[in-house]
Nanobody, 125 residues
Framework: QLQLVESGGGLVQPGGSLRLSCVGS????????IGWFRQAPGKERGGVSCINSSGGYTAYADSVKGRFTISRDNAKNMVYLQMNRLKPEDTAVYYC??????????????????WGQGTQVTVSS
């Protein structure tokens, strides 16, 4: 069973930075596009960013463009989400997920086949 594990969440002040990591458990990520999603209390899970299997294509939600950067290191079986200039509205549980394809199919959660357990990001002073 494909599983992913996220790490790197925490409490940060507005304007601060965090880097989230995602690793494949029992499988290699490099065959799949990977997406990052987030879910705040009382809200639906929404797409943040995705990266294709080679790392040559990325996409972002408008709300995070220019602040977040997705990247991957296939040699380490890792995908990262660098989050800068964080805002209180970025507070959510962040999840990584494997697309069904090697290319980014979009940022709709139902497209993705395997999920991590999530990591909490809290932006607050």
């Amino acid at each position: 069973q494909l599983q992913l594990v996220e790490s790197g969440g925490g409490l940060v002040q507005p304007g601060g930075s965090l880097r989230l990591s995602c690793v494949g458990s029992g499988f290699t990520l490099d065959y799949y596009a990977i997406g990052w999603f987030r879910q705040a209390p009382g809200k639906e899970r929404g797409g943040v960013s995705c990266i294709n299997s080679s790392g040559g294509y990325t996409a972002y939600a408008d709300s995070v463009k220019g602040r977040f950067t997705i990247s991957r290191d296939n040699a380490k079986n890792m995908v990262y989400l660098q989050m800068n200039r964080l805002k209180p509205e970025d507070t959510a549980v962040y999840y990584c997920a494997a697309d069904r394809n090697y290319y980014c199919s979009g940022l709709t959660p139902s497209i993705y086949r395997a999920w991590g357990q999530g990591t909490q990001v809290t932006v607050s002073s």
